[in-house]
């Protein structure tokens, strides 16, 4: 058995590997050497040329090379698939004594085995540019080593901190014993506890006896109250018959009775629903809460490809009382894509609704969904959720999501459960699911149906209770590996439909189900970096070197703005980086004081760049590829501002993208977070859609920062780049942060507000101001939050709001 897995296996590497050979080399022919022949067989299937000497425009494929000399290679690729890499070392050696180098722009990919191009190298091409590709390679390498070397530190230390805290715990808990004995055993606690007992009875009577309950309820809620909570009972008991899984643990009955009796005008919508030898108790929860819901044009499609015949039994006797459940026994198991699909054929609603057979929806689900549908049109409708283990009052994760965001989508399925959609939305996209990506084949199909949606909606409220158990998604997609590379593969079909081009997408090393995307820089242009500088010549220094010394991105120009300098070792550090570098220059600005927005808007007039990006001085570069990962954003024409990951010198987290509306106007999300930590939902870790980024790092194309007259000059220092995003964002462009530019910024975290008179007095008139201007957008919230987050908190803490 353990041989066929590995064979399996070996076969899905070799045939992922053979789409990619296709698909990205484009090879004329190709001639494989060595290996099992999986790879060649997985090649010939998909329709490659094999040739028997690869030459011209052919590549050679050389499978777990052994040999100590290659032959004499004629063709102008090598692909070298080895997982020992002092054999790839030795090979890469041989390559390059008959002219090839390697091509670092190929990178293994997931579990794949890995794997070396080597492209042959023109007879010109400067040797000093290959060491300089080879020690870019390496400037990754020790990148990506000092970023663990961090996180490891910081894990560290936390776990040291949380050992200090157990042992004081301990310790606490040792004194709290020894007083509790102490008291116990004392005269005084002995011989008051007759007097204890009879009060502790008075209470329990207090909220048991009815008549004592009776007044209670008639003092809080008065004769009006009573009468109508009696009514909402009555009602309760004919209209919600679950009676496992009741509805009024989710929610009032004066809130159920009321929805009931409330229908929204949509169609039905058919809830599909594959079942495989479900637990009885399960299925029992599950029709419970379909039978449970407030919304009544709905209809159950359960397809069963399980062996359990308890299971049939159960739910033909329940569609035997209630005809809106339907049941169809499959002949065979078709997996998880087919068989769902067989229940897509198995509905007759105009929307389809995917639950899966252990989970459970909340009473109110299926009527929020269809007031969406009735009242603002949507097509594409999904909610919040929340995990649970066990009981469902024992719940673990609180999934609480933004609205539609496509950088997020396209970074991890953060859609998931619920989701409802139109059946013409899922006929116009396929009307399937696809068997290729089974594991992540809901990640698939929401990409398709977003790509065509019309109106989707996001209804903030957790109506989806995912069942967590030890091998299941719910609890750990790593259980899961062959979900995660279904995953890569659905995006990359999304990609290729919607014709963006991408160089890559990968999963994010340590967070496993989040995603990152290499899209092609298609539209490279030079970047014109503005730096504000008034004196602090050190903190200039150490950023313009940093960027010289790190930065991978070739055309780009430096613009100092000088700004009422005193010192003279600032106009010295002008003059010396002036003359080492010929694509930096100094500008003076000619106004008095601070105004940082002015200082922008005058620099900008000087850049000859497609791509502004506005930086402070007290930054350091900690990436490398810094400027592409920005740039490959700013060039899409939906995107507007980009924003990078800024860390303070003790590696947590400075700016990672700022929440709208958040501690009155404007806060950085993950504040004083450690660098190594995911946070909410792995935010930290993959690149989404904000509403605001720092101008302390922020790129954005020339014609957007003309086409919005630039910064605002009345906000002189506060909120100029909040309102400039909020003025692009109204200008229909995303604002995109991506962690995977980091760089420091050396503000001091316990910088507070300025007690300078004059200063504060600006600072409240600017707060004024912006609350003013965008007074309709602080009311609406930030639709890439949610709002159930405490707006008073830059933790992504909860404030969750009730349903009405």
Not at 502 to 526: E, H, L, N, Q, S
Not at 597 to 604: E, I, M, Y
Not at 677 to 683: E, I, Q
Request: proline share 4%; aromatic share 10%; hydrophobic share 40%.
């Amino acid at each position: 058995m353990d041989q066929e897995k590995e064979n399996r296996q070996q076969a899905e590497r070799s045939r992922e590997l053979a789409q990619r050979i296709m698909r990205e080399l484009t090879p004329a022919g190709v001639q494989v050497l060595g290996g099992s022949g999986s790879l060649e067989k997985a090649l010939e299937k998909i329709g490659a040329r094999m040739t028997q000497q690869a030459e011209g425009g052919a590549l050679l494929v050389a499978e777990d090379p052994e040999w100590t000399e290659l032959p004499a290679v004629q063709c102008d690729q090598v692909l070298l698939v080895c997982a020992d890499s002092a054999v790839l070392a030795g090979c890469a050696h041989q390559l390059a004594g008959q002219g090839f180098a390697r091509d670092f722009g190929w990178k293994t990919r997931g579990k794949a085995q890995q794997t070396a191009l080597f492209r042959r190298s023109p007879a010109a091409q400067d040797p000093q540019e290959m060491m300089l590709d080879y020690e870019r390679a390496l400037d990754d390498l020790r990148e990506r080593m000092l970023q663990a070397e961090r996180t490891e530190a910081e894990q560290a230390a936390q776990l040291e901190r949380l050992r200090s805290d157990l042992s004081l715990s301990r310790s606490h808990e040792q004194n709290l014993e020894k007083t509790l004995n102490s008291v116990v055993n004392s005269s005084f606690w002995k011989g008051t506890w007759p007097l204890r007992y009879l009060v502790s009875k008075c209470r329990s009577l207090a909220h048991t006896l009815p008549p004592l309950v009776f007044l209670g309820k008639l003092r809080r809620v008065g004769i009006s109250g009573v009468r109508a909570q009696a009514r909402a009972k009555k009602e309760y008991a004919k209209l919600f018959p679950g009676k496992t899984m009741r509805a009024d643990r989710f929610a009032s009955a004066e809130l159920l009775v009321k929805q009931a009796a409330s229908q929204p005008a949509a169609p039905c919508i058919s809830i599909v629903v594959p079942l495989y030898n479900t637990p009885q108790q399960f299925l029992v929860e599950l029709l419970d809460s379909v039978q449970n819901q407030t919304y009544q044009n709905w209809e159950l499609c359960l397809v069963d490809a399980g062996q359990d015949e308890t299971v049939g039994q159960t739910v033909q006797a329940r569609a035997a009382a209630d005809p809106r459940i339907r049941y169809q026994k499959l002949e065979k198991n078709d997996g998880i894509a087919g068989n769902t699909n067989q229940g897509f054929a198995l509905a007759t609603g105009e929307f389809i609704a995917l639950l899966d057979h252990d989970d459970i929806l909340h009473p109110c689900a299926l009527w929020y969904v269809a007031q969406a549908i009735a009242e603002q049109g949507a097509d594409f409708v999904y909610t919040d959720e929340v995990t649970f283990e066990g009981d469902i009052d024992h719940r673990t994760v609180y999934h609480f999501k933004p609205d539609y965001m496509l950088d997020n989508l396209r970074s991890n399925n953060y859609i998931c459960h619920l989701s409802v959609f139109s059946a013409k939305l899922l006929a116009a996209v396929g009307g399937d699911e696809r068997a290729e990506f089974n594991g992540s084949q809901d990640y698939d199909l929401y990409l398709r149906l977003t790509e065509k949606a019309h109106k989707i909606v996001h209804i903030p409220h957790l109506l989806y209770y995912w069942r967590s158990s030890p091998t299941s998604v719910a609890s750990n997609i790593s259980a899961k590996t062959y979900c995660l590379e279904a995953a890569v593969k659905a995006l990359y079909a999304h990609y290729e439909r919607v014709g963006v081009p991408v160089d890559a997408v990968t999963m994010i090393p340590g967070t496993p189900g989040f995603y990152k995307t290499d899209y092609t820089i298609t539209k490279p242009g030079r970047v014109s970096i503005l730096i504000p500088s008034c004196d602090h010549s050190s903190d200039l220094r150490t950023c313009v070197e940093s960027i010289y010394r790190k930065s991978t991105y070739e055309d780009f120009e430096i613009i100092v703005i000088e700004n009422n300098s005193k010192e003279k070792a600032t106009f010295r550090c002008y003059e010396q980086l002036q003359k080492e570098h010929k694509n930096l220059k100094v500008i003076t600005w000619q106004g008095t004081g601070f105004n940082y927005s002015a200082l922008n808007n005058f620099g900008a007039k000087y850049a000859t760049g497609e791509y502004l990006l506005l930086l402070n001085n007290d930054t350091e570069v900690i990436s490398s590829r810094w400027i592409e990962e920005m740039v490959m954003y700013a060039q899409q024409q939906r995107v507007g501002c980009v924003g990078a990951k800024l860390l303070y010198p003790d590696n947590t987290i400075q700016h990672a993208g700022i929440g709208f509306g958040f501690l009155t106007l404007a806060a950085h999300m993950h504040k004083n977070f450690p660098v190594g930590h995911p946070g909410y939902m792995g935010r930290l870790v993959y690149a989404h859609d904000v509403y605001a980024v720092t101008a302390a790092c922020l790129m954005v194309r020339k014609e957007i920062y003309d086409a919005v007259h630039g910064l605002d000059e009345s906000f002189a220092v506060a909120f100029n780049d909040v309102d400039f995003c909020v003025r692009v964002r109204e200008a229909g462009y995303t604002n995109v942060f991506t962690p995977f530019a980091q760089l420091y910024h050396y503000e001091s975290k316990s910088r507070g507000l300025d007690e300078d008179p004059v200063k504060r007095k600006r600072f409240v008139s600017e707060v004024e101001r912006f609350q003013k201007r965008w007074a309709k957008q602080l009311a609406a919230g930030d639709p890439c939050m949610n709002p159930n987050f405490d707006l008073m908190k830059e933790d992504f803490s909860f404030d969750i709001k009730p349903l009405e």
